[in-house]
């Protein structure tokens, strides 16, 4: 009798998996919905101390976050940032969260940015990524990565991202 159980199973997650297979139109359709876009502009930052903790090794921070974008993105983001400055000089790091609510490219909602940075004697590395399934309005089903330039004292980002429509 159990050799019967096994084959029903198998027949049935066998039958489970096409019912999962998307219609090849209903995926070349999603993937041309996904098409890679880029938006850039400027943005201001204002940063907020909310406390400190100095010890030997490094010293970790927290701060506030707010930011008034400009360009392909169209308006405010808050947050929070948690930092580590190193004895070292150069030597560092950060994690932020940031909600944007604005409009990207005509299109209204919002979306969480998820930051990651580090920085080595001065070599810096940067991980900006929309933090999965938080777009709302017309941004639902956004993905995307930013890059921040500063130069000069004035913040600029790129932003490459895809709105999935068929979410």
């Given at each position: 009798?159990?050799?019967?159980?096994?084959?029903?199973?198998?027949?049935?997650?066998?039958?489970?998996?096409?019912?999962?297979?998307?219609?090849?139109?209903?995926?070349a359709a999603r993937k041309e919905a996904a098409m890679t876009v880029h938006a850039s502009g400027t943005f201001e930052v204002k940063m907020e101390p909310q406390s400190?903790?100095?010890?030997?090794?490094?010293?970790l921070g927290r701060m506030g976050l707010s930011k008034q974008f400009h360009g392909g993105l169209d308006g405010a983001s808050t947050g929070e940032m948690l930092t580590a400055m190193s004895a070292v000089k150069g030597s560092a790091g950060y994690v932020a969260m940031e909600r944007f609510s604005g409009t990207l490219?005509?299109?209204s909602g919002s979306f969480v940015l998820q930051h990651s940075g580090t920085m080595t004697r001065?070599?810096?590395q940067l991980s900006v990524t929309v933090v999965p399934d938080t777009g709302t309005g017309q941004l639902a089903g956004l993905a995307g990565t930013m890059t921040i330039q500063i130069a000069g004292g004035k913040h600029s980002?790129?932003?490459a991202y895809?709105?999935?429509?068929g979410r």
């Amino acid at each position: 009798m159990s050799w019967i159980a096994g084959v029903c199973l198998l027949a049935g997650l066998s039958l489970w998996g096409q019912a999962q297979e998307p219609a090849p139109a209903a995926s070349a359709a999603r993937k041309e919905a996904a098409m890679t876009v880029h938006a850039s502009g400027t943005f201001e930052v204002k940063m907020e101390p909310q406390s400190e903790d100095k010890a030997e090794g490094a010293s970790l921070g927290r701060m506030g976050l707010s930011k008034q974008f400009h360009g392909g993105l169209d308006g405010a983001s808050t947050g929070e940032m948690l930092t580590a400055m190193s004895a070292v000089k150069g030597s560092a790091g950060y994690v932020a969260m940031e909600r944007f609510s604005g409009t990207l490219d005509g299109r209204s909602g919002s979306f969480v940015l998820q930051h990651s940075g580090t920085m080595t004697r001065g070599e810096q590395q940067l991980s900006v990524t929309v933090v999965p399934d938080t777009g709302t309005g017309q941004l639902a089903g956004l993905a995307g990565t930013m890059t921040i330039q500063i130069a000069g004292g004035k913040h600029s980002y790129e932003f490459a991202y895809s709105i999935d429509a068929g979410r």
